[in-house]
C-alpha cells in the first residue's frame, strides 16, 4: 500500500497542532492588506485576456487543434502508428482569419522557454484515467451544519480508495471530502458513497442496522448496534486467523470527533461496514481554517468518481453475466446478436419511454415483484448494448463518409452528363409529345383522360374500403374477443388475436399504431389469464391433449416462454420441495423440528434425489413428447431450470459439504460427482429414447409449429463451444440445415452443463485438493509414530516402512484425479505428490539434522576389533557409522521406489495424453469425462492450460514418437528435437538428496571426530611462542653451526596416521551399496570432479553419463575405487577446511621458531593429503605465508591493494607482527 500513496508522514496530534498553531501569529492571514501589493499581484488583465479568447469559438478552436497537433507530433517521435490515419486539413497561415494571426504572433512573441510543449514533455504526458474525472461541476456542501469559528478548527481532507476488481492488489480513489476536526468519525462514514449503503432493506432484516468499524493507527473505531460493538465483531474473525494486531477504542465512532486523534499523512486506514465491503481512508491535508474557506456546510465533497460498470473482461464492452473460460469466440458471436437484437426491437417502437419499460421489464415477473438489483443489471447491460450499436453506427457512417469522399470528385462529372443527358432527353421528349399531340384527336384525348380519372377513382375507392374494413374489425375487436373468452372459446379468441395482430403493419407510423397495439396487449393478457387456471390444472392432470391445445393458443399469441414457464414450474415443484425440505447433516444445521423425520448425508440423499430426478423425466418424455414440437430442447430447458432453482444452490450445497468434510473433502466430492455422471448418463439415455420418438412424422399440429423456434434461454449464447460452430468453408446451401443441427446441439447440451456447472470450482481447485488429502494421510501415518521413544537402530527400517505407506497413498491418487479432472487436474497432481514427497523427506531430514532420536544400545560390530584396534574409534562412533550408513542404504531404496513410482505416474500421463488425442480426432466417440457438456467444461476451464499441455507433450516426447500433439492450437508450433527424459517429482529428488547429504554430513562427521580430537590443544602449543632461532647453532667457541630442517610435530603425526589410516576403513565398507548412493551430494565433491574419477577408473564408456542425467536418473553401478576416492576428497577437504578455517586462525602469535615449526609440519600435512589425492588452496596458502620470513611478508603485504588483501596473508602478518 506504500508505493500506492507514498511514504506516510509522523504522527499527528489534531489538539496539539491547533494549540500550536493558533498560539503563532500568522500576519499573511491577516484580511487588511496594502494597497500596493494588492495591484501589483492582481492578474485582472490576464484574466480578462482569457476570458475573451475562450469565449471566441474561433480561436478557442485554434489552440485546441494546434495543442492537438502538438501532442500528436511528440508522440509520433517516441512510437510508430500501428495504423495510417486521416491527417486533419491545416490551413496555411496566410489563409487564417487576422484574428487567429494576432492571437498566433502574441504567443510566438512570448520568451518564456517552457511555455511550449519541448520534446521530453512526452515523458510528462497520459492519458486521463477514471479517478482524475469529476461528476461534480461545484463543491458539494452538506444541507444542515453550522456556523464554525474560523480560529478554532482544523480542515482535513480526506479521500476514500475502493479495491479494483480486476487487481485487488490495487486501488482507486472513489471520492474526496473536507472535514473540520470538531465533526466525529461517524460523520467520516456517513459521507461515504459506496454501493452498499444504498442497498435495498430485506423484509426479513426490519429493524437491523447495519455497523462500521475504522482501524486508525491499530484502533478500532466501531458503531453500537443492537447493543454490540461492531469493532468486537472484527477482532473475533480476526482472532481466528491469528493476524489480530488491533484494540477496541474506548468510545464509539459517534463519540470520538476527529481532534482528538493522532493521524498521519498518506497512511491508508482500513473502513469496512455492511460485513465485507472495505474502504481505505487516507488523510491528504492538516490544515487551518482559512479566513476565505466556507465557514459552513461541512463536510465538503470536492471530488467524486464516476462509476465504471463491470464489463466482461474477454471483450469489455457489455456487463459481464456469464463466464466460458476458455472460449474467446463465444463473445464475438454474442455481441452482435444482442445488439442487433436491441436495435430491431428500437425500430418497432415510436416512443422510447414504452420501448424501454417493455425490454428491462421481465416476461415472467410482475412489475410488483422486480427485483431491484436484476433490474439494474438489465439497465446496465441495456446502456452498454445501447453504447456498442452507437459505436457500430458510427463506424459504419465513417466508413460511409469515406466512401462518399472518394466519390465526390467522379460524382460532379456524373452530374454534369447526367444534366446534359436529361436536357437532351428533355428536348426530345418535347418534339415527341408535340408530335403526338398532333396525331391523336381531341375528342380521343378527352376520352382517355376520362378513363384514367376513373381509373384512379376506383383505385382510390378500393383501398377506402379496405381501411374502412380494417377499421371496422378493429372497432369490434375488444368485444369480440371478449365474448369469446367468457364463451371460453380460447383457440377463436386467438386466431382473431393473431389476425389482428397481422394487420398492425397497416397502422404502421401512424398515430393510431400505439393504441392499437396497446390494446393487442391487453387482449393477450386476459387472453393468458383466463387459460391460467385451466393450464395449470391440465399440467397437473397430466392432460396432454389440453396442454397442446393450449400450447397452441399461446403459441398463436406469440407467448410460447409464458407456457413453458408454466409447464416447468408446474412439473418441478415435486423435486424442487425435496431439495428444500430434507434435513442434510452434513450441509447445513439440522433443524430441532426434524425428529420424526430422516436425515440423510448429502451423498445418500444426493442419490435418492436424482433417482426421483429421473423418474420425474421418464415420465415427462412423452408428454412432452406429445405437447411441444421439440421435445429434445424442452426437456433439456426442464432440467436447466429445474437446476437453476434449487434453493440453496446446488454450489452452495457442495461448498458446505466440502467444508463440514474438511482435508479428506476430495473423496466425498468425488462420490457426488460420480452419482452426478450416473445421473446425467440416466438423462443421456432418456434423451435418445425422445429424440427416437420425435423422429416418428409429426403430427399435424406438430408440423404446424415445427417451424416456430422457442424462445432461447438467456445464458445460451455463452453456452456455445467453439467446437460445435460450423466451419467456414462449407458451401451456403448447407447452412442454414448445419445451423440448424448446431443450435438443436447447443440447447440440447444445455442441462449438461448447467448441471456440472457447480462441480467446476472444485476442480479446478483440484491441485490443493489433492495436497490436503495427502497431507492428511501423511498426518495419519506419522500420528503414530512413537519415534522419540525409538531406537536409533531402527530408524532405518522405520523409514523403509513409512516409505512404503506414502507411496501407497500416492498411488490412490492418480485414480482420484481421473475420477474427478479426467487428467485435466495433471499438473494439480504431479505438484501435489511433489510436495507430498518433499514434505516426508525434509521431515526425515529435520531429523537426522537435530539429532531427537534417543540414543541405541551399543551393539557388537561385526568388524574384527583386533583389525581396527589401532583406530581411535570408540564402540559408539562405530555404531554411529554403521546408523548412517543403514539410513543411506534405506535411501537407496526409497530412491529406486521413487522412480518406479514416477514411471508409473509417466505412464498415466502418457495415457491422459493419448485419450485427449483420440478425443480431439474423433469427439463423437471418444469422450474425455463422462458426458459432453462437462468435457466441453473442463475443456474451457483453467485446467485446460498451456502448462497442461507442455507437461504432456514433454511426457510423449520422452517416450517413443508418437502421432502429433493432441492439441490442436500445438500443432502449429514446430517440433523440437527430443531431450533427455526429465524428471517429474524434482522437489521430491531434492529433498531425498537432502536427506542423504545429512546422512552423509553424520558418517563424515563421526570418522572425522578423532581427528578433531588430536587438534584440541593444537592452537594452544607453547611450541608457537618459542624464541629460539631454528636456523642457527651456537658451539663451545661461538661458531654458528647451520641446523637442518625441523621435524614435525607428535600431533601432526597422528593427524596423518588418522588420515592414511582411512583407506584402510573404507575397504571394510567397499561392498556396501549405500556408500555409492548420491556421491554428487558428498561436501566438496564437484560432478566434474566425480566425472574425471570415473574416467580414470572406469574399463568401459558406459560409466560416463551426463550431469543432468547422472542425477537424475537411476545410476549404473559404480566402481569401488571411484566410491572409496571420492569418500576420501570429501573427508579431506572437510577436514583441511576446519583445520584452516577454526585451528589455524586461533594460534595467538608465531615466534620465529614458532613459524619454522608450523611450516614442518604443513608441509609434512600437506604431502600427506596430497597422497589421499586432495588439493586445498587454503593449506598451501598457509604453507607459503608461514615459510616467508620477515622481509617477503612486508613486500607481499605492501603489494597488496586494501581491497584484494588476501584473508590468509592478513591472519599470518598479525601472527608474525608484521603489521
Request: net charge negative.
Amino acid at each position: 500500500m506504500e508505493s500506492l500513496f507514498g511514504p506516510p508522514s509522523e504522527p499527528i496530534n489534531i489538539s496539539l497542532f491547533l494549540e500550536t498553531a493558533l498560539s503563532q501569529e500568522n500576519a499573511e492571514l491577516q484580511e487588511i492588506f496594502d494597497a500596493e501589493v494588492i495591484d501589483e499581484c492582481s492578474v485582472s488583465e490576464l484574466r480578462e485576456s482569457l476570458c475573451n479568447t475562450w469565449s471566441n469559438p474561433t480561436l478557442s478552436a485554434h489552440l485546441i487543434k494546434d495543442h492537438d497537433h502538438m501532442v500528436s507530433a511528440l508522440h509520433a517521435l517516441n512510437q510508430k502508428p500501428l495504423k495510417a490515419t486521416r491527417k486533419s486539413y491545416l490551413p496555411d497561415p496566410d489563409t487564417l482569419p487576422v484574428e487567429v494571426t494576432n492571437l498566433q504572433k502574441s504567443l510566438d512573441a512570448v520568451s518564456l522557454n517552457s511555455f511550449r510543449l519541448k520534446t521530453d514533455a512526452n515523458m510528462f504526458m497520459r492519458t486521463p484515467k477514471n479517478s482524475d474525472r469529476n461528476i461534480l461541476q461545484n463543491v458539494n456542501s452538506a444541507a444542515l451544519s453550522g456556523i464554525i469559528p474560523a480560529d478554532q478548527e482544523a480542515a482535513i481532507t480526506i479521500s476514500v480508495y475502493n479495491r479494483i476488481t480486476w487487481g485487488p492488489s490495487y486501488v482507486t480513489r472513489s471520492s474526496q471530502h473536507v472535514f473540520v476536526s470538531s465533526q466525529t468519525l461517524r460523520a467520516v462514514y456517513e459521507s461515504l458513497i459506496c454501493v452498499s449503503k444504498n442497498l435495498p432493506p430485506e423484509a426479513s432484516m426490519s429493524g437491523i442496522e447495519t455497523g462500521c468499524v475504522i482501524c486508525i493507527e491499530r484502533v478500532a473505531y466501531g458503531t453500537v448496534v443492537n447493543g454490540d460493538n461492531y469493532a468486537a465483531k472484527l477482532l473475533q474473525v480476526l482472532s481466528k486467523k491469528n493476524t489480530s494486531h488491533f484494540t477496541i477504542a474506548p468510545s464509539t465512532q459517534e463519540e470520538t470527533s476527529l481532534r482528538s486523534l493522532t493521524l498521519r499523512i498518506n497512511e491508508p486506514y482500513w473502513l469496512f461496514h455492511h460485513g465485507n465491503c472495505e474502504h481505505f481512508v487516507v488523510i491528504d491535508q492538516i490544515r487551518l481554517l482559512h479566513p476565505q474557506d466556507p465557514r459552513s456546510g461541512y463536510p465538503l465533497t470536492l471530488q467524486i468518481t464516476p462509476p465504471i460498470l463491470d464489463l466482461c473482461r474477454a471483450c469489455a464492452k457489455i456487463p459481464a453475466s456469464w463466464s466460458v473460460l476458455g472460449d474467446s469466440y463465444i463473445i464475438r458471436m454474442a455481441i452482435p446478436t444482442l445488439t442487433n437484437q436491441v436495435v430491431e426491437s428500437l425500430e418497432q417502437y415510436e416512443d422510447v419511454i414504452s420501448w424501454i419499460n417493455d425490454t428491462i421489464t421481465p416476461n415472467d415477473l410482475d412489475d410488483s415483484v422486480i427485483d431491484l438489483t436484476d433490474l439494474d443489471h438489465e439497465i446496465t447491460q441495456l446502456l452498454t448494448t445501447l453504447d456498442i450499436a452507437a459505436e457500430d453506427t458510427s463506424a459504419q457512417l465513417e466508413r460511409i463518409i469515406d466512401d462518399v469522399s472518394r466519390g465526390i470528385p467522379r460524382l460532379a462529372y456524373d452530374l454534369h452528363f447526367m444534366k446534359d443527358g436529361a436536357s437532351t432527353l428533355q428536348n426530345a421528349l418535347v418534339g415527341v409529345l408535340q408530335r403526338s399531340r398532333d396525331a391523336v384527336p381531341k375528342e380521343t384525348s378527352a376520352a382517355l383522360d376520362n378513363l384514367h380519372h376513373l381509373d384512379t377513382i376506383k383505385g382510390r375507392m378500393e383501398a377506402s374500403r379496405e381501411v374502412l374494413r380494417e377499421a371496422e374489425s378493429w372497432s369490434t375487436l375488444e368485444h369480440e374477443v371478449t365474448s369469446l373468452i367468457i364463451e371460453k372459446s380460447y383457440a377463436k379468441a386467438a386466431e382473431r388475436l393473431s389476425e389482428a395482430n397481422k394487420s398492425m403493419v397497416v397502422f404502421q407510423n401512424t398515430p393510431e399504431y400505439d393504441p392499437r397495439r396497446t390494446l393487442m396487449i391487453n387482449l393477450q393478457n386476459q387472453l393468458e389469464a383466463a387459460l391460467s387456471t385451466a393450464l395449470v390444472s391440465a399440467i397437473n392432470a397430466q392432460d396432454s391433449t389440453a396442454c397442446r391445445d393450449y400450447y397452441s393458443i399461446f403459441s398463436t399469441i406469440q407467448r410460447e416462454s409464458e407456457f413453458r414457464n408454466y409447464y416447468y414450474a408446474s412439473r418441478r415443484s415435486s423435486i424442487v420441495s425435496l431439495w428444500r425440505k430434507t434435513p442434510l447433516v452434513d450441509c447445513e444445521p439440522v433443524p430441532t423440528d426434524t425428529e420424526g423425520e430422516a436425515v440423510y448425508g448429502f451423498a445418500d440423499f444426493l442419490t435418492k434425489f436424482y433417482a426421483q430426478f429421473i423418474s420425474i423425466l421418464n415420465t415427462e418424455r412423452s408428454s412432452i413428447s406429445s405437447i411441444f414440437p421439440d421435445p429434445s430442447i424442452t426437456l433439456s430447458q426442464f432440467i436447466s431450470s429445474t437446476m437453476t432453482s434449487l434453493q440453496p444452490t446446488v454450489a452452495q450445497r457442495l461448498t458446505s459439504y466440502s467444508s463440514h468434510h474438511g482435508e479428506s473433502a476430495l473423496t466425498y466430492l468425488i462420490s457426488a460427482l460420480r452419482a452426478t455422471e450416473e445421473f446425467a448418463t440416466g438423462v443421456e439415455k432418456v434423451m435418445e429414447k425422445i429424440k427416437y420418438a420425435s423422429s416418428t412424422p409429426l403430427s399435424p399440429l406438430q408440423s404446424g409449429l415445427s417451424s416456430e423456434k422457442p424462445q432461447a434461454h438467456r445464458r445460451r449464447s455463452s453456452r456455445m463451444s467453439i467446437s460445435l460452430r460450423p466451419g467456414q468453408h462449407r458451401s451456403s446451401s448447407s447452412m442454414v440445415g448445419i445451423a440448424k443441427a448446431v443450435t438443436d446441439s447447443v440447447e440440447s447440451m444445455e442441462w449438461d452443463q448447467e448441471l456440472f456447472q457447480p462441480f467446476l470450482d472444485f476442480q479446478t481447485d483440484y491441485g490443493s485438493l489433492e495436497r490436503r488429502s495427502l497431507e492428511h494421510a501423511l498426518y495419519e501415518i506419522i500420528s503414530n509414530d512413537t519415534r522419540d521413544k525409538l531406537q536409533a537402530s531402527d530408524r532405518p527400517r522405520l523409514f523403509r516402512e513409512r516409505a512404503v505407506d506414502i507411496f501407497g497413498v500416492a498411488e490412490n491418487s492418480m485414480g482420484r484425479c481421473n475420477s474427478f479432472t479426467y487428467g485435466y487436474g495433471a499438473v494439480g497432481l504431479v505438484h501435489a505428490l511433489d510436495g507430498f514427497f518433499q514434505s516426508f523427506f525434509d521431515m526425515w531430514t529435520a531429523d537426522i539434522q537435530t539429532e531427537s532420536f534417543s540414543p541405541s544400545p551399543l551393539v557388537k560390530n561385526s568388524i574384527s576389533e583386533s583389525e581396527f584396534s589401532d583406530l581411535d574409534y570408540t564402540a559408539r562412533d562405530w555404531a554411529n557409522i554403521q546408523l548412517s550408513l543403514h539410513l543411506l542404504s534405506s535411501a537407496r531404496t526409497v530412491f529406486d521406489r521413487l522412480c518406479s513410482f514416477e514411471t508409473r505416474l509417466r505412464a498415466y500421463l502418457s495415457q491422459v495424453a493419448t485419450h485427449f488425442r483420440l478425443s480431439l480426432n474423433d469427439p463423437s466417440n471418444f469422450l474425455i469425462a463422462a458426458t459432453k457438456g462437462e468435457s466441453q467444461l473442463l475443456e474451457q476451464s483453467t485446467l485446460n492450460s498451456s502448462e497442461l499441455h507442455a507437461l504432456l507433450i514433454n511426457v510423449e516426447n520422452d517416450s517413443t514418437p508418437r502421432d502429433p500433439p493432441f492439441s490442436a492450437s500445438h500443432r502449429l508450433h514446430p517440433q523440437t528435437a527430443t531431450h533427455s527424459v526429465e524428471p517429474l517429482l524434482v522437489s521430491a529428488r531434492k529433498a531425498l538428496s537432502v536427506f542423504a547429504q545429512a546422512c552423509q554430513i553424520s558418517t563424515i562427521k563421526t570418522i572425522l571426530s578423532p581427528l578433531r580430537n588430536h587438534l584440541s590443544g593444537y592452537s594452544s602449543s607453547s611450541a608457537w611462542l618459542s624464541s629460539a632461532d631454528p636456523t642457527q647453532m651456537t658451539s663451545s667457541n661461538d661458531l654458528r653451526v647451520p641446523t637442518f630442517s625441523l621435524s614435525h610435530s607428535e600431533t601432526v603425526q597422528r593427524l596423518a596416521e588418522g588420515l592414511l589410516n582411512l583407506p584402510r576403513l573404507f575397504e571394510v565398507y567397499a561392498d556396501d551399496d549405500a556408500l555409492a548412493f548420491s556421491l554428487e551430494s558428498l561436501p566438496y565433491v564437484e560432478p566434474e570432479m566425480l566425472q574425471s574419477l570415473t574416467e580414470q577408473t572406469s574399463d568401459t564408456t558406459g560409466q560416463q553419463s551426463h550431469r543432468r542425467r547422472s542425477s537424475y536418473m537411476k545410476p549404473n553401478p559404480i566402481d569401488a575405487e571411484v566410491v572409496s576416492s571420492a569418500w576420501l576428497i570429501s573427508l579431506g577437504h572437510t577436514f583441511l577446511e576446519y583445520f584452516t578455517t577454526e585451528i589455524l586462525p586461533s594460534i595467538p602469535s608465531l615466534s620465529i621458531a614458532g613459524a619454522a615449526q608450523l611450516a614442518s609440519d604443513l608441509e609434512y600435512l600437506s604431502n600427506i593429503v596430497h597422497a589421499l589425492n586432495v588439493e586445498h588452496s587454503a593449506l598451501d596458502k598457509w604453507k607459503t605465508y608461514v615459510s616467508m620470513d620477515a622481509n617477503d611478508g612486508v613486500k607481499a603485504l605492501s603489494e597488496s591493494t586494501p581491497g584484494s588483501l588476501d584473508p590468509v596473508l592478513e591472519r599470518v602478518a598479525k601472527l608474525r607482527g608484521w603489521r
